[in-house]
């Protein structure tokens, strides 16, 4: 089974603080993803990465910035955490398809609620 | 018109129903069809992949119609536990591009 974990499940910060948000995988996919997810918004993406060292920006990636430097391994960098970034933060992984690089299914971790006071 | 539309219900039906969800999505060079499963507080697991020709997995089907860029998922025999948030989710372009995840329409089965 595919295992995504990260680093916490509930997390409160406080405004203006530098918060990290930690995710592993255990299948060796190369794709990683951070999402957003808020009522009646849906999940947003935020950043995703194709490669160890590679990054791409998603639909909201201001106010964050990831770092992935080896394969399992995608955080999420809140550079100074604001009242609007009060969400549940959510990391998926997939592999490529079977044909022609079309994306394969994306496997979620638990997700993390985060509190910005 | 937006990437991924569902109908967000709420779909109340009796156990025993069969209920039918829809989605279009924008972009007809989409490639990669889901459907996902989001139990409250939870997050989201896959529960099938939609192929050209229509797939079933128990008492779910799937069905794609590309010419009208829509998606569909039939439940039959509707059980309690099938009470969730179901995702309608595309990639959003040809290739190895990131997925587009609807909105999501909630279902709650009734005893």
């Known amino acids: 089974d595919v295992k995504v974990t990260q680093s916490s499940r509930y997390l409160v910060k406080r405004t203006g603080e530098k918060v990290f948000l930690e995710c592993v995988q255990d299948m060796d996919h190369e794709n990683m993803f951070w999402y957003r997810q808020d009522p009646g918004l849906g999940l947003r993406l935020i950043y995703f990465s194709y490669d160890v060292k590679m990054k791409e920006k998603g639909d909201i990636p201001e106010g964050y910035s990831v770092s992935r430097e080896k394969k399992e391994r995608f955080s999420l960098i809140l550079e100074s955490a604001s009242t609007n970034q009060t969400s549940m933060y959510l990391c998926a992984s997939s592999s490529y398809g079977a044909g022609q690089g079309v994306i394969d299914t994306q496997y979620f971790g638990p997700g993390t609620r985060l509190t910005v006071l | 018109r937006k990437e991924v539309e569902q109908d967000p219900g709420p779909f109340n039906v009796p156990e025993g129903a069969t209920v039918a969800f829809n989605c279009t999505y924008s972009n007809s060079a989409s490639q990669s069809f889901f459907w996902y499963r989001q139990d409250c507080r939870k997050e989201p697991k896959l529960l099938m992949s939609v192929y050209s020709s229509g797939n079933e997995d128990g008492r779910f089907t799937a069905q794609l119609n590309r010419a009208s860029q829509y998606i569909s998922l039939l439940i039959r025999d509707s059980k309690l536990s099938d009470s969730a948030t179901y995702l309608c989710?595309?990639?959003?372009?040809?290739?190895?591009?990131?997925?587009?995840f609807g909105k999501g329409t909630r279902l709650s089965v009734i005893a």
């Open positions: 989710v595309v990639n959003r372009d040809s290739g190895n591009t990131p997925l587009v």
